[in-house]
């Protein structure tokens, strides 16, 4: 199987449709996930640092852009907070489908 460039993901069809899911894979079975170890070690910190440090940084970015910039000063702004939100969004459910365990 060849790498896509993100730790872990081999390429095929998950079998759930689920946007996260808790699915099992066998090594010769190609996928769209990863293993959990890489999910705990790679994956979620990059996450916790997105929604702690990545989108606030471009919340207070926006913050310092000047008055007379007002579409640009609110349009970055959303997407910090986007950012933040939907990374700590994606931990979270991750964080619960791991704890669940295999099904």
Same mark, same amino acid.
């Given at each position: 199987?060849?790498?896509?460039?993100?730790? =872990?993901? &081999?390429? #095929? *069809?998950?079998?759930?449709?689920?946007?996260?899911?808790?699915?099992?894979? @066998?090594?010769? &079975?190609?996928?769209?996930?990863?293993?959990?170890?890489?999910?705990?070690? %790679?994956?979620?910190?990059?996450? *916790? #640092? /997105?929604?702690? #440090?990545?989108?606030?940084?471009? %919340?207070?970015? /926006?913050? @310092?852009?000047?008055? !007379? &910039? !007002?579409?640009?000063?609110?349009?970055?702004?959303?997407?910090? /907070? !986007?950012?933040?939100?939907?990374?700590?969004?994606?931990?979270?459910?991750?964080? #619960?489908?791991?704890?669940? =365990?295999? &099904?």
């Amino acid at each position: 199987m060849r790498p896509l460039g993100y730790p =872990g993901i &081999r390429t #095929a *069809v998950k079998a759930s449709s689920d946007a996260v899911a808790n699915d099992v894979v @066998q090594q010769d &079975r190609p996928y769209l996930c990863v293993a959990y170890d890489t999910e705990q070690h %790679m994956v979620q910190p990059l996450r *916790v #640092a /997105a929604f702690v #440090a990545g989108g606030p940084i471009v %919340m207070y970015a /926006a913050s @310092q852009l000047p008055e !007379g &910039r !007002g579409t640009l000063k609110t349009l970055t702004f959303l997407i910090g /907070a !986007g950012v933040t939100a939907w990374s700590a969004y994606i931990w979270k459910k991750a964080d #619960a489908e791991m704890k669940r =365990g295999p &099904r």
